[in-house]
Every structure is written in C-alpha cells, then in structure tokens.
C-alpha cells in the first residue's frame, strides 16, 4: 500500500528548502556582497540635472561653475564627473539657498506642512506593489525627499530589496514595534525609533518587515477581545518619528489584515497598482468593494478621515499588445483622471531586477539596451513626478489644476 502523506512530509520541504535558503542567503549576504557594503553607485551630472533637480542641464552647468563651495564629485575614466547621492543633496541645498530652485520643487517641508503618508495598496498579489514601492522610493530619495519605508508583508520582500533582512540578521521588525505585550515570549516591545533602519540608499529609511507580522493577527484578535483597540497602533507609533520624514510608503501583502487596516487608518494618501489583465480589473471591483467598506468603517471611529489622493496605477502594461492597450483605454474612459497619466510599462530590466535584488536606479544602464533602459526609465520617473506633484498640491506650494515649474 502507498504510504499516505502528512505533515512530517510537508515539514521535510520545509526543512530542506530552508536550510538550502539559508546557505543561499548566507552566500548572498558574505561581507562585502551586501548592498550595505558597496553603496550607492554614484550619478552623472546630466542624471542630476534630469532626474535629481528637473533642472535644465546647462543651467546646472552654469551653476556648478559659478557658485562657490560647492562638492566638485570626482572625475570618473573617460571624462566624466560623477557625484555621491550626499553630494546631489549639498548642492541642492545650496542652490535653494541661493534662490536657484523654486518653492514647488524643493523636496523638504516647510513649517507647518505634514507629511505624506502613501499606502501603495491592492489584495492582489502579483501586480508590482512591492516593486512599485521600491522605485518611487528610489526616484523620490533621488529628488531629495526624506522617505520612511513601512513593509507591512510578512514576506518583506521589499525589506529584502533593500539588503535589510530582521529575521535573518536578527534585528527588530514592525512586529516588535506594534506587538500588544509589553513583554513576553523573552522579547520586549522596541521603540518605532529603534526599529527603523537605515538603508544603503541615502535619504531612505526602513521598518522592516517579518515573519513574525502573522503573530499581530492572532494578537489583535484577542487584544479586541479585551477591548484594546487596533486601528491608531500604526499611526500612534508612527507619529513619534514621522515629523522626520517628507514620505511615508507602506508596502502591503497581498491579503486583508488587522495590519492593513491600521495602515489604512494611518495612511493619508492611496495608490492603487492594477496590473493589465482583463481579470485582474474584475478582482479590482472586489477589492475596491472591499476598501470601501474598511474605509467605511475607519470612517465610524474617525469620521474625519480623508484621502489627499487616491490614483490607480496600470502596471506590467505592454502598450504594443493590443489588448492590453484597449483595457488601458477602457479603464481611462472610466476612471478619467483617478488613473496615473503614466503607466509601470512591463519591462525585462524590472523582472531582472526581482532576481538580482536591484531595483532600475541600481542597475548598470549599459546592462540593458539604450531603448529598454530609456523607456523603463521615463515610465518610472513620470510615474514619480505625478506622484510628487500630489505631494505639493497636499502641502500646497500649487494649486490642483497647475502645473509644477
Ligand atoms: N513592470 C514590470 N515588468 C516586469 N516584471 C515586473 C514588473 N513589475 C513587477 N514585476 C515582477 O513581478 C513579480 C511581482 O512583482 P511585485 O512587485 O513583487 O508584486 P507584488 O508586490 O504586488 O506582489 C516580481 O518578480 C517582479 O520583479
Ligand atoms: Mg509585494
């Protein structure tokens, strides 16, 4: 007779794939491997004037001649200068001092102007949220804004982009920080302060995710139960550091939570990744369906919650197949402008980058050909911008119908 399976076989997998991920991981993260070891890789004058300052080039040129004092970066083969992500900032810095960058394009926050806090949200899996945080995080640091990352999936892979692993490296996770006991279990509850990490990426920082986030469910249940409530644990944890940071990204798994919830409820802006299938619109209407009814119930414990923004965002979108170019048309007649102007193009350089762990800023552009590193490149920098420009009609440097300098 065949011997029936049980759990002993399910823990056998477990078993052997875990031990073969550690050695994996352990190759992975050998010293001077690690992003954390290597850096940043350094940008071009002309990605400073493009990308960094949306500034014209001989303009910054000009400025980089003729105002004093400023890092001179250092001179790379070939002739040319290149410069730390440190030294973009100082030179930024000092050319908003001198009057050279305007109001509306000036990434800090000025007194009185509150922080975004952006939860990048859809039930499904699959459909570039993490890779969707990731790169606006990357393109936002690039501009100057501070950003604080929130990985709220109990996989962290967005944790793992960025070289920051808790569980592995046994640091404190988002777990730690919103666990109900004080102390339990041997661990004690850890300050949000003391949990954020910062990354390689200058100007971004992280609470990074764990496994551990599947204990706050079961926690949340029974601590409702004694009447502790769940919703403000994100948001009163966050607004002891948040002052520090011009953007908050939450990251999300890709299934309801008491977790998500609470982000939800933290949150003050939405953005909504929807990748181009046909049935990946139907499962939206039962998202959005569900979001609402959350919302709706957030609302009965805050009734003056409110979103700055909320936009959809077409990722994996290949406009050369024809059917995904009437699904775009479909949802643009539909939704007008809740949807991004811009789309997250499907692109070899991002699926590369879910397996070399490199986000498209990272990557070598002379990897890939001009045209796909150009295109992927404008998709997510426009995609940035749109999302910048709903920052500063947050913050109100311009009006909603204008248009930034
Ligand atoms: N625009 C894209 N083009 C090609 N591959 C993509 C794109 N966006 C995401 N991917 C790949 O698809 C997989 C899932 O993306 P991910 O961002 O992790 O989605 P989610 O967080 O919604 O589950 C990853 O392997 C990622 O590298
Ligand atoms: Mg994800």
Do not use: W
């Amino acid at each position: 007779m065949r011997d029936l399976l049980g759990s002993e076989t399910l823990g056998s997998f477990s078993d052997a794939l875990d031990e073969a991920l550690r050695l994996q991981a352990s190759k992975l993260h050998a010293p001077d491997s690690r992003k954390s070891d290597k850096g940043l890789r350094r940008f071009t004058i002309r990605e400073m004037a493009d990308i960094a300052f949306r500034m014209n080039y001989n303009t910054l040129r000009h400025h980089l001649k003729t105002i004093e004092g400023l890092p001179e970066g250092i001179m790379e083969p070939g002739n040319r200068r290149t410069f730390s992500l440190e030294e973009i900032h100082e030179i930024q810095s000092a050319l908003f001092e001198a009057g050279k960058v305007p109001n509306d394009l000036f990434p800090g926050k000025f007194e009185g102007e509150s922080t975004s806090k952006l939860l990048v949200y859809n039930l499904k899996g699959g459909v570039s949220k993490t890779s969707t945080a990731a790169n606006l995080a990357q393109f936002l640091a690039l501009r100057g804004f501070k950003v604080l990352l929130v990985d709220l999936d109990p996989q962290a892979s967005l944790s793992d982009l960025f070289d920051i692993q808790a569980d592995l490296d046994g640091f404190p996770s988002i777990y730690d920080v919103l666990r109900y006991e004080e102390q339990a279990d041997g661990e004690t509850r850890v300050p949000i302060a003391d949990a954020i990490q910062a990354t390689y990426f200058p100007n971004i920082d992280i609470l990074p995710g764990s496994i551990s986030l599947t204990e706050f469910e079961y926690e949340t249940a029974s601590a409702a139960a004694k009447g502790i409530p769940f919703y403000s644990r994100i948001s009163d944890a966050l607004s002891l550091v948040e002052d520090a940071y011009d953007v908050v990204l939450f990251d999300t798994p890709p299934h309801m939570s008491f977790c998500v919830i609470a982000a939800l409820y933290a949150s003050n802006s939405m953005l909504i990744p929807l990748s181009a299938g046909m049935l990946d619109v139907v499962s939206l209407v039962k998202f959005l369906d569900l979001a609402s009814s959350t919302l709706e119930s957030i609302e009965g414990v805050d009734p003056a919650k409110r979103f700055e923004f909320v936009r959809i965002l077409l990722t994996r979108y290949s406009p050369n197949d024809p059917a995904q170019l009437q699904l775009s048309s479909f949802l643009r007649n539909t939704l007008g402008t809740a949807m991004l102007n811009t789309d997250f193009l499907a692109s070899t350089a991002i699926a590369d980058a879910g397996n070399t762990m490199n986000p498209l800023l990272e990557v070598d552009p002379s990897s890939f050909t001009r045209k796909t590193y150009d295109r992927i490149l404008e998709s997510l920098h426009g995609i940035a911008l749109e999302i910048e420009r709903e920052i500063m009609v947050a913050r109100g440097r311009i009006g909603s119908g204008e248009e930034t300098s």
